[in-house]
């Protein structure tokens, strides 16, 4: 059974980091590129990050410098930094693989507010 949870996320001040984590199970997370999405309360999802199964990274203009996307092949994890955070930032996030190994239901992925 395919499984990404998602972990990591909550109240950080502007400025601050945080970092997620995706944890799966399920399939050869090694195999996939695997991305980052967000969603926040009435705008469209939007892809964050990817990261290629060789580890060439990829990264939307917003967080370009700010966020770092990286893999632990072996813990079948996949990791999101983000540094300094804005309240633009603050989303649901959400992981997954490209293309999408999961199906409609993302479930809630894990919440990132920033707010001082």
């Known amino acids: 059974q395919v499984q990404l949870v998602e972990s990591g996320g909550g109240l950080v001040q502007p400025g601050g980091s945080l970092t997620l984590s995706c944890a799966t199970s399920g399939f050869d997370i090694s195999a996939w590129t695997m991305a980052w999405y967000r969603q926040a309360p009435g705008k469209q999802r939007e892809l964050v990050a990817f990261?290629?199964?060789?580890?060439?990274?990829n990264y939307a203009d917003s967080v370009q410098g700010r966020f770092t996307v990286y893999r632990d092949n072996v813990k079948k994890t996949l990791y999101l930094q983000m540094n300094y955070l804005t309240p633009e930032d603050a989303a649901a996030y959400y992981c997954?693989?490209?293309?999408?190994?999961?199906?409609?239901?993302w479930g809630q992925g894990t919440q990132v507010t920033v707010s001082s």
């Open positions: 997954n693989t490209i293309p999408s190994i999961r199906g409609d239901d």
């Open positions: 990261i290629f199964d060789n580890g060439s990274t």
